[in-house]
């Protein structure tokens, strides 16, 4: 078989025998080199007509991943605002609890008669130490949360605790306040005590329930205890007397007044003007007599008058 090639027209055409080995040799590399300029026309054409599709769906892709990545970071940005603000709260409820517990500390040290300066609960409290060898660790979420909640707790039974504390110190406060102490007088002096002595009147041996003290007429005489007024009044061999109760088991008797200052059910503080002292009643002169009683019954006011409030 012949093949004929035109190359241009009025030349002479050219033969080709196919039984020419190196005839063959060009043809077939001829159709290969034809296939290979037909395949790379076909890859263009691909990529002409499918790429620009297959590239509009991965960027469809990536919008969406990063539609999804920007929804997760505003979830976080949420998440990371919700618990700063719950931990704000949190702060400020701790801070409120510190100043509550600051005013109870300076109350309580007032109670108990601390000195000034003893316990300052304004300024912080000195720490140190050398530094430790051991590396610092950083505290995660959680581990603050958890230190956070041990000490709203700690703070908690803090509050309780210095809360009964100070009602036991004011109970005390309050039962001190209503124990007789010091003298019923601001001006005088001892001039007959507790137990047998001669009376002044029949110059025998008797029993005398209280205690004297002399001063000029019109002296004041003072309430020794915290109470209310029990009787205002005259009482035989009393003269003007007033009687205060203390609610404890104590009563307190001022006698031979020149006038009494207080009424029946009035409250009394320690260190109160109750009357002026006189001597009406069964008196050689200007004086008032003092007695103690406790649930009933007579006692010695001397350890009483000795006391410091």
Known sequence: MNIIIVAKPL???KVVRLGDRRMMVVVATACLAVAAVLLGAGALLGATVVGPGQARIEIAQAREQLERQEAELTRVQQSVARDMDALAV???????ESMRLNALGERLAAVGKLDDG???????????????????V???AAEVDSALERLEQQFDRQSAQLGMLESVLFDREVDLGLMPAGLP???GYKSSGFGYRTDPFTGRPEFHGGVDFNG?????????AGGVVSYAGKKPGYGNVVEIDHGNGYMTRYAHNDRNLVEVGQPIRAGDLIAKMGSTGRATGVHVHFEVWLN??????????????
Request: proline share 10%.
């Open 11 to 13: 030349s002479s055409p």
């Open 90 to 96: 949190r702060l400020g409820k701790l801070q409120a």
């Open 118 to 136: 003893e316990f300052d609960f304004t300024a912080e409290p000195g720490l140190g130490g050398p530094k430790s060898a051991t590396p610092s």
């Open 138 to 140: 950083s505290l995660s």
């Open 185 to 187: 007088v601001r001006t």
């Open 216 to 224: 000029p007429r019109g002296s004041d005489v003072v309430s020794v």
């Open 296 to 309: 009933g019954r007579l006692v010695n006011p001397s350890e009483y008058i000795r006391a410091i409030r």
